[in-house]
């Protein structure tokens, strides 16, 4: 027999088979506010009826939280109801979401202790050439003939795919996932030097400014951050 916990799992990860369901989850996820049905519904290019189902579906599978409030900061008589608002419960399903990419970090770390003595390469080298290899996939899918904004945008759809779940907030990319969470909080230091050394790699192998990347610690996001970098 199942207990409690693994029944929901399995529950959250079935609310996600849908693909909308699962692009309005990983939409309201990157969202540094909660959303509306309406907002969401735009976002997507959905109707708001198909968008409210499918959040509050999310909503019973404990992916998200609802919470009711009116935008407008107005109260009383003529304000209008509350709306009715969507934000990432912080649940996380399966294997997991947001997706945990541990293999990758002990292959790092494998790689970067097994080397021969006189050729030895720090983790931050290792991590840098597998960043590397990330953004020359950035690259191809950009195009041969791709600009900067182009290969950004790029790079932005390599790291989701890795896990980071990247958003844009005041001309800086910020990541609102670490793949490597849990062994972050135990060997901060080690593994956002890693992050950071692989994420400049990945510049470096999109052919943008890798000096971009910087340690930026926040609350609920990666350790690093970098510029949009559009030009």
């Not at 409690?4 to 088979?17: F, Q, Y």
């Not at 309406?38 to 968008?51: E, T």
């Not at 958003?167 to 849990?182: I, K, M, Q, S, T």
């Not at 901060?188 to 610690?217: I, K, Q, S």
């Amino acid at each position: 027999m199942l207990n409690d916990r693994t029944a929901e799992g399995i529950e959250s990860i079935a609310a996600l088979a849908d693909p909308v369901r699962r692009r309005l989850y990983l939409h309201v996820a990157a969202q540094p506010d909660a959303v509306s049905r309406d907002d969401a519904a735009a976002a997507l290019s959905i109707g708001r009826p198909l968008a409210a189902h499918h959040l509050d579906r999310l909503v019973a599978a404990g992916l998200l939280s609802a919470e009711y409030r009116r935008r407008s900061g107005r109260t009383g008589p003529g304000a209008g109801r509350p709306a009715k608002l969507y934000r990432a419960s912080g649940t996380e399903v399966g294997a997991t979401l947001p997706q945990r990419r541990y293999e990758v970090a002990a292959e790092l770390m494998a790689t970067s202790l097994e080397r021969p003595s006189h050729g030895l390469e720090t983790l931050e080298d290792v991590a840098h050439r597998y960043g590397t290899t990330l953004g020359a996939e950035a690259r191809r899918r950009a195009g041969p003939r791709a600009g900067a904004a182009r290969r950004r945008d790029a790079v932005l759809s390599v790291l989701a795919d890795a896990g980071y779940l990247p958003a844009v907030r005041e001309g800086e990319v910020r990541l609102l996932n670490c793949p490597f969470h849990d062994l972050a909080q135990r060997h901060r230091l080690v593994t956002c030097d890693m992050n950071l050394a692989m994420l400049r790699g990945v510049l470096d192998g999109a052919r943008l400014p890798e000096d971009g990347a910087r340690l930026d610690p926040q609350p609920g996001t990666c350790c690093v951050a970098f510029s949009e970098q559009r030009s």
